[in-house]
């Protein structure tokens, strides 16, 4: 079986990113979430960043939200990885920029891991669900959350309402380029992701060991039911809608997001692109990144 002629056509990426767009658009309310003690120190860096709660259709999930210095100013998005974690930028918005660290699903909160929300051996489900099924949970979900908190921070008088931008490492790479292709046209400046999970995800299986956590899922739903889910969130799929600045990169000796499953991504891309792979660099959010990202930025947000 050939995973890739399983795939959805264009059109059929076009109306799932369309439904996305569509379910952000859900009536939500959005609140700021009580701090605890363990971070009003690194807070207080910025003075004004806020752990926000959101909630709609009887779900819940949080997003935090570092406002620039003046404004308004464009929004930059930070995407989490697959372990969920919820990232401080000061760098990013002390450059000016107004960024939002997105955290949905519910599976972190201010206070720790939500450990209701795990799956099994701790690790969270959103592949698994997307899998079982068929893309119209897990990922989208994820995804649609994303953007319903992006619709809220665009609407903040400290941002631009049309200038969007998405960076992230690994899962947050991989998001930050789906999210990239849900706000196509509509607002997306540049996309900087960093060693991209859920980028060419048939080599990824064949290649590393990534796979152990959605191997389960597929095989209770089957190889080409799984394969088509898979295809809809495989940002090889969205390359036709990824035409802003989008850059790469990839550490040497990463093996669990290796650079042969994201130079396949970068050959794809037909508008301005940068990929840049780090000598010894191996799996896991870096400084060397952040500051890349900063740069991609400044050119392009």
């Known amino acids: 079986m ?7 056509t264009p059109q059929e990426v076009d109306a799932w990113t369309d439904e996305i767009w569509a379910a952000a658009q859900a009536p939500y309310t959005v609140a700021e979430e009580p701090l605890p003690e363990t971070y009003i120190g690194p807070l207080q860096a910025m003075g004004a960043d806020r752990f926000l709660r959101f909630e709609t259709g009887g779900d819940f999930f949080y997003a935090l939200f570092q406002p620039a210095l003046g404004g308004p100013r464009p929004l930059v998005v930070h995407t989490p990885g697959y372990g969920s974690e919820i990232s401080l930028h000061p760098e990013i918005a002390f ?16 206070s720790g891991r939500n450990e209701e929300r795990c799956g099994p051996n701790r690790t969270w489900p959103v592949m698994p669900d997307t899998i079982r099924t068929d893309a119209r949970g897990g990922d989208k979900t994820f995804l649609a959350q994303g953007a319903m908190a992006v619709r809220w921070a665009l609407s903040r008088p400290e941002c631009l309402p049309d200038r969007v931008s998405f960076f992230g490492t690994s899962q947050g790479g991989g998001g930050s380029l789906l999210l ?18 859920l980028t060419d995800l048939p080599r990824l299986q064949a290649i590393a060991g990534t796979a152990a956590i959605y191997r389960e899922a597929m095989d209770e739903v089957g190889e080409e039911r799984a394969w088509r889910a898979q295809g809809l969130v495989d940002s090889l799929s969205h390359a036709h809608r990824l035409t802003m600045p989008v850059m790469l990169t990839s550490g040497t000796v990463d093996d669990v997001c290796p650079p042969d499953t994201i130079e396949p991504l970068f050959a794809k891309l037909t508008g301005t692109k940068c990929y840049m792979s780090t000598l010894g660099m191996g799996h896991g959010h870096n400084r060397e990144f952040t500051r890349m990202a900063a740069a991609w930025l400044d050119l392009h947000a």
Do not use: K, T
């Open 180 to 197: 990239g292709s849900v706000f196509a046209g509509r607002g997306c400046r540049c996309v900087a992701a960093d060693q991209p999970f």
């Open 2 to 8: 050939n995973p890739y002629e399983l795939y959805p």
């Open 95 to 110: 450059a000016g920029y107004n960024v939002l660290h997105i955290q949905p699903m519910g599976y972190m909160s201010p």
